[in-house]
């Protein structure tokens, strides 16, 4: 098994093993960044036997002053809610989304936190599966419960004392938009959005194309990376996609939402007329 397959899954494969009668268990987890989870995208079609997972009340703590959009939720609410999915200690679980993987990443991302590591990402997500030719469903079937035990604590997430070290060796890596990067960002911070690692068709890129895009960017191949967005989603993807590179990533989940509500923290910005 390759890097890439231990963190992601080809619609090809997937298919193949749900035609052999090895279905895992489906997570759908698309979520909208303008207006957070969508259940009625999913209702009115998912991948058959999916369980729709809501990015911000089941992956993410409430949000408090100074912690960013979405904190890591407590171990014991995850736990419920994987139960809930159906997950067992011995489940295998597939993550999917309708943004090419950027927010399924985040489920695959906190379970493996969460000390449950047999996830994976659909490559290419949704449309991925559509455009193969495969079926979709409006039947919504609860799962029958899961018994999986969670602990937390793994990945060494990193927070906001921790990222200027990074930032200063051109290894904190923002996988916002380059937008939303030009109009601010922590100081000396790398652009790497998510959707640079992906092709046209929203599959990864060859694993060398990827590593060729950070040495080009002066990241220091081989040592501890940091990665930050937006509210701690897309950097998940960046997260699981270099970490199967084996780069040594860390992800700092309160990003730029919990980095910039501190007036005290330093803050870079391109001049206006770059951001235009």
């Known amino acids: 098994m390759s890097g890439w397959q231990k963190s992601f ?3 090809a494969e997937l298919a193949a093993d749900i ?6 268990i489906l997570l759908d987890v698309r979520f909208d960044p303008r207006v957070g989870a969508v259940p009625h995208d999913y209702a009115d079609a998912h991948l058959p036997g999916a369980v729709f997972v809501d990015l911000p009340r089941d ?4 949000p408090g002053p100074g912690t960013g959009r979405f904190p890591l939720p407590a171990v014991e609410e995850l736990q419920v809610a994987a139960r809930r999915w159906g997950i067992r200690n011995d489940s295998v679980v597939v993550v999917y989304d309708d ?17 449950f590591d047999r996830v994976r990402v659909l490559e290419g997500g949704l449309r991925a599966w559509i455009a193969a030719g495969h079926p979709t469903s409006d039947t919504i079937v609860p799962p029958e419960p899961g018994d999986v035990v969670l602990s937390g604590g793994r990945l060494g997430p990193i927070g906001a004392d921790d990222v200027t070290g990074f930032a200063e060796r051109r290894a904190l890596l923002d996988a916002r938009g380059s937008r939303q990067f030009a109009e601010g960002r922590i100081p000396s911070s790398v652009s790497l959005p998510a959707t640079d690692l992906l092709d046209e068709d929203g599959v990864l890129r060859p694993a060398d194309d990827v590593r060729r895009r950070l040495v080009d960017l002066g990241v220091p191949l081989g040592s501890p990376i940091a990665v930050s967005c937006g509210g701690g989603v897309a950097a998940t993807f960046n997260a699981l996609a270099l970490s199967a590179l084996g ?3 860390a992800v700092y989940v309160g990003s730029w939402s919990e980095w910039s509500a501190d007036a005290s923290r330093p803050v870079e910005r391109d001049e206006p007329s770059l951001v235009g």
């Open 19 to 24: 035609d052999r009668g090895e279905t895992p």
């Open 59 to 62: 992956l993410a703590a409430r």
């Open 99 to 115: 943004r090419n993987g950027v927010s399924a990443a985040r489920a695959a991302w906190v379970l493996r936190w969460a000390g």
């Open 9 to 11: 899954v080809g619609v």
């Open 247 to 249: 780069e040594d990533v």
